[in-house]
C-alpha cells in the first residue's frame, strides 16, 4: 500500500472551524466565538487520517471578515515557509471562512511560488452543526491537495465535492451548500468516491508563474470598489480619492457602464493619477477595453469580479507606475 501524502493544513478560522450553541446553531453560532485550530479541526473529523499524513498548523482563528491584505501577505509568507520547513510535502490546505475566500485564494493565486497545490476549502454550516459539510469539504480538500492532478493549476478552491480556479470562483448563496460557482466557466473537476477528476484547467497567468512578489511588503496600496446604483452622483468617487485611493475599481452596470456623475469623477479621478477598473455589478461577463476605456486610461477589468479585480490592481500598483503594464496585466491574469 502506497504511503498517504503528506498535506500541511493552515487554520484561519471561519465557519469550517466554528462551534455553536448546540448542533441545530446554524445561523447564530458566530455569536459564541468558539472556533477550533487547525490541529483541533483535523482531530474532529478522524476520516482526515485515512486520506492523508496531516501536518497541522496553527495560525488564526478569526472570522474571515478580519481577513485583509496584510493578512494575505502574512499567509502567503507562512506557506512559503512552511513549504521550505517541512520535507516532502505534497500539498497545502488552507482552512478559511466563506464570505472573503474567493479573495485570499486569488491574491495567493497571484503572489504565491511553490509548486504544490495550495486548496482553500471553508464551510456552510459549522463543525458542531447537524449536518455539517466542514468534514466532507475538509477530506476532499486533502484529496485534491495530495492529487497529482492538481499540479499547475493555481490556487484552487474546493467545497462542495467542486474543484474551482481562484481566479474563477465567487461565493453566490448565503447558506445553501451549492454557494461557491464559477459563473461563465464552471468548475474544474470535482472530488468523487473514487478518486480526484479534473475536466479542465485554467490559461489565465497563476502561480507560481507570476511576476508579483510581496517580499518586505506589509501592506499594499490602497483601491476603493465603487457600486453603481440608478441615479448615483459622485460623492462614493470623491470620497474615494479623498482618503487616499491610489485606485478605484467601478463595479458598474453591465456591460461596464457608470452614472453621467460617476462618469466625469472617474474620469477627474484618472486625469489626477488615480488608476481606474471598470468592472461589472453583474457577477458574470466581460468587462472589454472598448474605445471609450482606452480613450480615458481607464482599464477594464475583463472577466474578473470588483473584488477580484482590487486585488489585480492592488498588486499592479505595488509592482510599477506604468498604465501600459497595468493594462497588459488586465489582459494576462
Known sequence: MSALPRIAVIGTGGTISSLGADSLDVLDYTDTNLRLEADELVARFPECAAVADVVAIRHAAVPSTAIGPREWIALAELIHATVEREPGLAGLVLTHGT???????????????????IVLVGAQRPASALGTDAGMNLVGALRTAGSAAARG??????????????????????????????????ALGHVDGDGVFFYRAPLRRHAPETEFAIT??????????????????????????????????????APG???????????????????????????????????????????????????????????????????????????EY
Open 99 to 117: 464570505a472573503t475566500l474567493e479573495e485570499t485564494a486569488y491574491f495567493l493565486n497571484l503572489v504565491l511560488k511553490v509548486e504544490q497545490p
Open 153 to 186: 493549476k493555481g490556487v484552487l478552491v474546493t467545497l462542495n465535492d467542486e474543484i474551482h480556479a481562484a481566479r474563477e470562483v465567487t461565493k453566490t448563496s448565503t447558506y445553501r451548500l451549492q454557494t461557491f460557482r464559477s459563473p461563465d466557466f464552471g
Open 216 to 253: 518586505g511588503r506589509q501592506d499594499l496600496p490602497r483601491v476603493d470598489i465603487v457600486l453603481s446604483c440608478a441615479g448615483n452622483d459622485a460623492w462614493a468617487i470623491e470620497a474615494a480619492v479623498a482618503a487616499g485611493a491610489r485606485g478605484i475599481v467601478s463595479a458598474g452596470f
Open 257 to 331: 457602464m457608470v452614472t453621467p456623475a460617476e462618469r466625469a469623477a472617474l474620469e477627474a479621478a484618472r486625469r489626477n493619477g488615480i488608476a481606474v477598473v471598470q468592472s461589472s455589478r453583474a457577477g458574470s461577463g466581460r468587462v472589454a477595453p472598448r474605445r471609450y476605456l482606452q480613450r480615458n486610461a481607464l482599464l477594464g477589468a475583463d472577466s474578473l469580479t470588483p473584488q477580484k479585480a482590487r486585488i489585480l490592481l492592488m498588486l499592479a500598483l505595488a509592482h510599477t507606475d506604468d498604465p501600459a503594464e497595468w493594462a497588459r496585466m488586465f489582459g
